[in-house]
Each structure stands twice: as structure tokens, then as C-alpha cells.
């Protein structure tokens, strides 16, 4: 810890306790790894606010001694986008103290949550007044609000709900100069210029560290239904799609599924089965579900429209779960795919999109492109069909050395994984972010006007540089006090 870093810890601990700063390198040892282990960073202190007074005595002792801060939630970035940088001049600034939620109004259907409240969390306490936050993901057991706000994460229920961006009605958030960003309240107009919210959603913490949010909640779920259906294209899936979306508003999930990708989770996942029998080329797992029991039952409008399917030749077989545990299973089966994945060797994994109608051809077509530009690679992709959002996976070929094959291979695969999804129209980055990872790549295909107002925002914002350097807008690199 350089002199400077150590008086700013001694400064805040005089104030605040010795909870504020953990020093001891055990206890950091956890947060300075990306999720995937792609990253590992350098931070001589984490700093653990409790209250929004607190991050602003934070941020305003750290811009005096011109230390950089990196933000962090729940530490599950897929990008390395709360990895601290690997020189040590940063501190952690972690938000899982602020862990309250504030309050849940179901007459208005809102709920404000603290940047740190994981995610289970709050699906735990808006459900207890029978309403619900329509946003889950697999990692929602350590996820936290403020995380999911600043990279506008996703998940599985976005055909219907749409990103966080769509959730969130209000922000609170602490910017590099100190000052507070009071959002918070859900106004549904309010055209004083510019929308800082709008601004901080999907900033990755360069701009601003979110403090906490109003979320829009729905009612709580009366009846669901999950089938699991194969069928024998992608092309054939997204017309199973048009054709559910035309009948009813009900389908919240619909996610596509190699086989190869379906027996990878059987082969590493214990307790996992698939829920159908024989071999098949492709599988949907969707959900419909109903806010009140004067609807038509979600079970019977599945068994409805799958039986229309079959009849016009769209899938191949289907089930629907005759219990929430066989729901779950099915769940279970879509959640562990990356877990899977990663146990059965060597892959790049790419968190793409592109237009909804593009996405059959870029599983099929576009993968079969991969391949062949790399011989002795798989690539295929699963994910979220109805938003385009194409979890896009490169296998190295079998027997490959997964250090060597990281090193030589990697960055020229994805650099043409990248070059297919510009050329579709699409984006580098659906859910996950840019951080560290997609950095260079988003320099290199960003549209020069996104890239110029980007860098212009981060000046703005944050003219030294300080907040979350070396993620999302490269930029000069900060005067620190690391020296």
C-alpha cells in the first residue's frame, strides 16, 4: 500500500470505524478475481461503505488524494468489469454493505433497493407482499441491484420485461465529484434535459457509483407452465415463437438449445436428465406464465399451442412439466450450461446479439463459418431467442492445450466471431458489458460517433479519471496516488 492509499484508509477508519476498510490481503483475495478467472487484479485495501454518506466520504477522499476506485456488487462480471487493475494504484469501493431494501410499495408496484441487495433478496421480499421483480438470471443468489443497474444486465425474462433498463424508474448514485444524483423518485415524466439514469444504467461504474434504485415490480406469478419442446432448426424455433407471441402475451421465456450443448450439461451436471427421450438436433425451453387465475391456465394455453405446433410440423416432440421440482429441473438444465461448459474444456464464450430475425442464421450459418476459418473447433450458440441475445461459444479442438490454445488461437476467433456480428448488425455486447474483455474490440468496430460521445461523457463525468479506470472508455491513463 502506497503512503497515500494507507492515509486514506486511516482517514475514513478515524470517521467511520474499522469496518469501512479491510486490509487484511485473505479477505481480498476473493474480490480481486473475475468470476470466469480470466482476471486477476491488485488492491491493497476495500473499501465497505454502509450508507450513501458514506460512498460520498468516500469518493471525495479518494478524488483529493486522486486514487482510483473500482466499484463492486457481487463480483460476477463476465467481462472482467470489477476486476481491480494489476499495478495496485486502485481500491475496491465494494456496495455489499448498503444491503437494505428501503421499501416495496405494492399499491405502486415499486420497490427501492440498495446497491448492494442481492438479487434472491429481493425477489424474496417482494413476493412476500405478492408482487414480484421480473428479472432473474443465474447467478441471482449473489448478484446485487447495483451490479444488474450498472451493466443493464438481462436474464431470461427479457422477451417480456425487457433489460434493466426497462426496470429501473429511479436512480441514486454518487458521482466523481462527490455530489449525490437523487433519482429516486418514479416520475413517469420529467423532461429536465439530459436523463442521468439513463446515463448511469449500463456505465459499468465509470461515471458514477450507484447507490440505489426504484424498480418497476409485476404481480406476483398466480400459474405457470414450462415445456420444453425440440425441434429440428433455429429457423423453426423463431417461427414457433411468432406463432405463441401471436396467441398470447403470457410466454415470459424462450430460450434455444444445441443438442451438443444439452449433452455437455447431462455429462457434467449430476442429477440432470433430458426431458425428452431420443437424440435431437434442437430444443426450447419456455415458459408462460399468468398474473391472476381469470386467464386462460398456462399449462393449457402451452398444450394448446405445442399441439398446433406438432400438427404443422414446427417441433418434432414436446413435454410440459407436471410439477414446479420438473420445472425446476428443466430450469436447472438452462442455468448450468455455462457451469457445463466450462468443466468440458477449453472455449471462448461470447455474450452477442443480433436482430431476432437474424439469429437462426448466425447458429447455423455463421457458426459453420467459425469452424471452418478454425478447424477442429465447435461453435454454437445458445440463449434468448426472443431478444436476439446469443450466448456464442467457441470449443477448442479436442486434445488442445487450453494455456497455448488461449494464447495463440483466442484473440483471432473472436475477432471474426465479432466481424460476423457487425456484419448482422449486431452487437459485441448484449447483456454483460464491455469491462476489460471487449475494450479493445469495441475500439476497433464501435461506430466513431458512439465511441467520440462515449469518451466525451467520461471526461465530463469524471475528468481525472478515477472511477472504474481501464473499463468500458479507455482513456488517458489517470494520475494516481501510487506513486
Known sequence: MTPVQAQLVEALRSRFGARIAVTDPVDIAPWLTDWRGRYRGVAPALLAPASTAEVVAVVEAAREARVPLVPQGGNTSMVGGATPPAD?????????????????????????????????????????????????????????????????????????????????????????????????????????????????????????????????????????????????????????????????????????????TLAVVLGHVPDTRSPLAGKHAWHVLIEAVAGNLDREPPAVLLERLLARALNEGLVDDATIAASEAQAEAFWRIRHSISEAERAHGPQLAHDISVPVERMPDFLTTDARAIEAAFPGTTANGFGHLGDGNVHFHVHAPAGADAATWYAEQAPAITRLVHDHVVAAGGSISAEHGIGQMKLAELERLGPPARLSALRAIKVAFDPAGLFNPGKLVRLAPPTSGAS
Open 88 to 260: 495496485g494504484s486502485a481500491l475496491i469501493l465494494s456496495l455489499r454493505r448498503m444491503n437494505r431494501v428501503r421499501s416495496v410499495d405494492p399499491d405502486a408496484n415499486l420497490a427501492v433497493a440498495e446497491a448492494g441487495v442481492i438479487l434472491a433478496d429481493l425477489h424474496a421480499a417482494t413476493e412476500a407482499v405478492g408482487r414480484r421483480f421480473p428479472l432473474t438470471l443465474g447467478s441471482r443468489g449473489s448478484a446485487t441491484i447495483g451490479g444488474l443497474a450498472s451493466t443493464n444486465a438481462g436474464g431470461t425474462q427479457v422477451l417480456r420485461w425487457g433489460t434493466m433498463r426497462s426496470l429501473i424508474a429511479g436512480l441514486e448514485a454518487v458521482l466523481p465529484d462527490g455530489s449525490v444524483h437523487d433519482g429516486l423518485a418514479a416520475l413517469k415524466k420529467d423532461n429536465r434535459g439530459y436523463d442521468l439514469d439513463q446515463l448511469l444504467i449500463g456505465s459499468e461504474g465509470t461515471i458514477g457509483v450507484i447507490t440505489a434504485a426504484t424498480l418497476r415490480l409485476a404481480p406476483a406469478i398466480a400459474a405457470r407452465a414450462v415445456a420444453w419442446a425440440a425441434v429440428a432448426t433455429p429457423h423453426a424455433a423463431l417461427r414457433l415463437l411468432r406463432l405463441m407471441e401471436a396467441e398470447s402475451d403470457a410466454i415470459e421465456s424462450f430460450e434455444i438449445i444445441p443438442g451438443e
